[in-house]
């Protein structure tokens, strides 16, 4: 189970782009102050106001992935050091799951091996 503003509530009600963007946030902030930078600094290098970074780093709005190529650059780090280990190594939870085409084809649909 997972707290989000005071409350809990299970893991499969967390949006996923919100998680991770929060977990991005957590890095970039980690970083920023590893390297001695602000946050007015990164929205110097990203064309932004400090509003709209401090709005992605609340998890207000998301960041793009343009956004973090630029961050991860200026930091002069790569972007799965920027991601930080927990969302690199996120696997997917269903990767078989309906709707993949990695899926095996059930009996009677195997290729014809005619002139074998």
Not at 21 to 44: C, F, H, M, P, Y
Not at 54 to 63: A, E, P
């Amino acid at each position: 189970m997972g707290i989000v503003s005071g409350m809990t509530i299970a893991p499969e009600n967390i949006d996923p782009k919100i998680a991770a963007n929060d977990l991005v946030s957590g890095e970039i902030r980690a970083w920023l102050s590893r390297r001695g930078l602000t946050q007015k600094d990164l929205a110097s290098v990203l064309g932004l106001s400090a509003g709209s970074v401090s709005w992605r780093m609340k998890g207000k709005t998301l960041w793009a992935f343009s956004e973090l190529v630029v961050v991860a650059s200026w930091l002069n780090i790569s972007i799965a050091q920027l991601l930080g280990e927990d969302l690199v190594n996120e696997k997917n939870p269903h990767p078989m799951g309906e709707g993949s085409l990695l899926g095996v084809a059930r009996p009677g649909f195997e290729p014809g091996t005619s002139g074998l």
